[in-house]
């Protein structure tokens, strides 16, 4: 195994991913690649752009993602993992698997949030979308609260 790619999602506590995916990195000595899939900018989906303010913000949260992601790069690096960063605008399963070829990932990491019911139904899984590509071996991470 060369490369391992772990899609993050930075919003929320990617702690438990970011630590299999680095053990399994150093363990085989494998390059660890962090993926954070940014939401579009609104114009890239059809919409507006809207007031300056609303792009000032947009701006703000894309600077504050990339902040932590380099953050986790940095100190991954520190740990002695072979580590590098990617972080890509678009809609989130299509660049998880572009990237994860792009890459040449052996396997992707990635944490599920364990909905279920209505909230699945309405909200979806990336994980799921991910698995059922059936393009690349897939290790889930639960993430929600125990």
């Known amino acids: 195994?060369?490369?391992?790619?772990?899609?993050l999602e930075l919003k929320g506590d990617t702690s438990r991913v970011v630590q299999h995916a680095s053990d399994m990195a150093k363990a085989l000595g494998a390059r660890l690649w962090l993926l954070h899939v940014a939401a579009p900018d609104p114009d890239f989906v059809g919409y507006e752009p809207?007031?300056?303010y609303i792009r000032d913000e947009r701006a703000e949260i894309l600077k504050e993602e990339r902040t932590k992601l380099h953050l986790l790069v940095a100190q991954l690096a520190?740990?002695?993992?072979?580590v590098r960063p990617i972080m890509v605008?678009?809609?989130t399963v299509e660049t998880i698997l572009q990237e994860a070829g792009r890459v040449g990932a052996?396997?992707?990491?990635?944490?599920t949030h364990g909905r279920r019911g209505l909230a699945k139904a309405?909200?979806?899984?990336?994980?799921d979308d991910v698995l059922r590509?059936?393009?690349?071996?897939?290790?889930?991470?639960?993430?929600?609260a125990q």
């Open 1 to 7: 195994m060369k490369n391992i790619l772990a899609a």
């Open 50 to 52: 809207g007031p300056q």
């Open 78 to 82: 520190r740990d002695g993992v072979d």
């Open 89 to 91: 605008l678009g809609p």
């Open 106 to 111: 052996d396997l992707i990491v990635m944490g």
């Open 122 to 127: 309405f909200l979806g899984s990336t994980s």
């Open 133 to 144: 590509a059936n393009r690349f071996p897939v290790l889930i991470i639960p993430t929600h």
